[in-house]
């Protein structure tokens, strides 16, 4: 059964920190990984990556894939209040739709 | 505004009872894809539809159930509800099968 884990399920940090966040995956014709930011209502997208070794940036977010050993990180530096949400990161399998895992719910403290 | 629309924002109702969700799809966008966001278990993919034809299944109860029409909105119809329905009911809308989601602000359904 195709599956995505993530972890830590939550975090709190202190603004300014850098956080790491996780995501393993076991899924059958991977095709793309996605890491999105849940505040109050809809996911928004953040990256899509699917070469191995190349690291998407934006700003102080940053994540790279690693297809070999079945993983990706997303890191933020120099973290803010706003950076708080629920970090999810989904897998694209070959039927076209996204399998979630639980997400890592940010707290950043001021 | 994304440009996901889904009605109603918020639906609170009986045990038993069936709703309908809607959801307008991105300009231009063909696939549209359901998903569940309970509290427990994470966001869960139900239905995918492109371009007016079922395209894939998730983990969708018989009660429930989906089309898209003609001009791309789609429809989630649910049935038979019970306590444990109540969720985040999303959906999502992209080009075709091999780009990113676009989420629409999701249906709250409340199930008393």
């Known amino acids: 059964e195709d599956k995505v884990v993530q972890s830590p399920l939550s975090l709190v940090v202190h603004e300014g920190d850098t956080v790491t966040l996780n995501c393993s995956y076991e899924v059958t014709n991977f095709r793309s990984l996605l890491w999105y930011k849940q505040e109050k209502k809809a996911p928004t997208f953040l990256f899509m990556l699917?070469?191995?070794?190349i690291e998407k940036k934006s700003g102080r977010l940053s994540s790279i894939l690693d297809k070999k050993e079945l993983f990706s990180i997303l890191n933020i530096t120099a973290t803010q209040t706003g950076d708080s949400a629920i970090y999810l990161c989904a897998v694209k399998g070959s039927q076209g739709n996204l399998i979630f895992g639980k997400g890592t719910k940010l707290s950043v403290k001021p | 505004d994304s440009g996901v629309t889904q009605t109603p924002k918020h639906l609170i109702t009986a045990t038993g009872q069936r709703v309908t969700l809607r959801c307008s799809p991105r300009?231009?966008?063909?696939?549209v894809y359901w998903y569940q966001q309970s509290l427990d278990q994470g966001l869960q993919f139900l239905i995918q539809y492109y371009n007016g034809e079922e395209r894939a299944k998730g983990n969708i109860l018989e009660r429930f159930s989906a089309q898209q029409f003609p001009d791309l909105h789609s429809e989630l119809n649910l049935s038979s509800l019970e306590l444990g329905d109540s969720a985040l009911y999303f959906c999502?809308?992209?080009?075709?099968?091999?780009?990113?989601?676009?989420f629409g602000s999701g249906t709250r359904l409340t199930v008393v």
């Open positions: 699917t070469s191995s070794g």
């Open positions: 300009s231009g966008d063909l696939s």
């Open positions: 999502a809308s992209s080009v075709g099968r091999g780009d990113g989601y676009t």
